[in-house]
């Protein structure tokens, strides 16, 4: 149990307020895996919750909920909700636009979207509260919505991609329910926020199990709706996510920005080649054209965009230019992506290889390497009549 949690508990309930562990936390412990985050349900109201804490803030407009900060942990602090309520605002396709309709624990059970995430936990008698069978779904390992599946995934359609993402996590077996909405709830993420998607593509593809979530979505409407102009058959993707899912085991580190290169390459190539689509810039427009759908933060569309710009100097191997692209900062970045691409493109095999052991070589061994390389012709230019005049 995490103690920064464990205080959140102790001090609501010095207060004469019910508060227990609620989620994930309680999911994962019961699965065998190490809880990320500890999350917090409580009878409070939110300016109690705040009026008690002093280091905390309410965050969110759909959900409003407490945010508690120790050091540089944050504990979730939620009130207990209603599932249903005339104060839960919809729109005319039934998304949740606004929930301010706060209850009791067992109509918080209810509202929640999964019954493995619907178990609390009281650490005063240690005792684990389940109203909607969600025990009996992590013993058969299944992944099942609360209440009625469609109203569900309308209320918030980006719980197809958290369905998805526990099912690889745990490797539990979506309901077949779900699986029949899959179509309908991909369909259903264009009216999800970009930035919300972002930290949704965050979650699906960086926590280490993004080669087998792709192979999962890759061929329906879920891969369309997040990265519409991609090739979601890429050998090149494919070998991105299980290189990245690999770093992630090592404990290495990752950027989105590599994945985002990755991604959305074959669209850059495409409008680099076209002259007929006029685009000034190709990687602006490529970058331009996905934030209608996820919102990439800037510095992670630099990353991709550098990646790309890199790769024909590479290729080329200027041996005039070739110091100054080693100290490229994004020179790492460029190689690891041309080592991926030579995967699939057998063309860019020697290529790749010759910067492998470039790299390995002292400056003697480089120069003598950089020696090697035909020297390009320069363009003679060409004399106008005044100067045959002349």
């Known amino acids: 149990m995490d103690k920064d949690a464990l205080d ?25 895996l190490k809880p990320k985050d500890f999350d917090v349900a ?21 959900f409003p909920i407490a945010h508690v900060r120790y050091g540089r942990n944050l504990i979730e602090v939620s009130t207990f909700r209603q599932s249903v309520s005339d104060n839960i605002e919809h729109d005319a396709q ?21 019954s493995i995430n619907a178990l609390y936990f009281d650490p005063k008698s240690q005792e684990i509260i389940d109203y909607v069978d969600g025990l009996e779904d992590l013993a058969n390992q299944r992944i099942r919505l609360i209440g009625e599946p469609a109203v569900r995934l309308a209320e918030d359609p980006v719980r197809i991609l958290r369905a998805v993402r526990f099912a690889t996590k745990l490797k539990f077996t979506l309901d077949a329910h779900i699986v029949e909405l899959i179509e309908d709830s991909a369909k259903r993420l264009q009216a999800i926020p970009p930035a ?7 979650k699906l ?15 329906t409407g879920i891969a369309r709706a997040l990265f519409p102009t991609c090739n979601p058959n890429s050998d090149l993707i494919i070998a991105a996510m299980r290189n990245t899912d690999e770093r992630i085991k090592s404990g290495l580190s990752v950027t989105p920005g590599f994945l ?41 569309g630099t990353f991709a965009k550098e990646t790309w710009m890199i790769q024909e ?42 910067w492998g052991t470039f790299q390995e070589q002292d400056e003697a061994g480089q120069n003598a390497m950089i ?14 009549k005044r100067d045959n005049a002349s």
Not at 11 to 23: R, W
Not at 54 to 60: C, F, M, N
Not at 266 to 279: C, H, W
Request: aromatic letters at 10%.
């Open 42 to 62: 409580t009878d409070a109201p939110l300016n109690e919750i705040k009026r008690i804490f002093r280091r905390s803030r309410i965050i969110g407009r759909r």
């Open 94 to 114: 039934g998304m949740i636009l606004r929930d301010e309709a706060f209850g009791t624990l067992q109509e918080d059970a209810f509202r929640r979207d999964f």
């Open 8 to 32: 959140v508990i102790q001090q609501l309930n010095a207060h004469g307020y019910t508060a227990l562990l609620v989620g994930g936390c309680i999911r994962d412990v019961m699965c065998g």
């Open 371 to 384: 020696e090697q390389l035909p020297r390009p012709q320069r363009k003679r230019r060409r004399r106008n």
């Open 205 to 219: 593809f960086l926590t280490g199990f993004g080669e087998t979530i792709w192979h999962q979505i890759r061929n």
């Open 260 to 300: 985002i290169a990755v991604l959305l390459w074959e669209d850059y190539v495409a409008r680099a080649s076209d002259a007929a689509l006029g685009d000034d810039d190709p990687a602006f427009a490529t970058l331009r054209n996905q934030q209608h759908t996820i919102a990439i933060p800037r510095r992670f």
């Open 313 to 354: 100097r590479l290729i080329k191997r200027n041996p005039r230019t070739i110091a100054r692209l080693l100290q490229h900062k994004r020179f790492r970045a460029g190689f690891d992506f041309l080592c991926l691409r030579a995967e699939s493109e057998p063309t860019l095999g020697d290529c790749a290889t010759w």
């Open 196 to 202: 919300r998607l972002f930290d949704e593509f965050l």
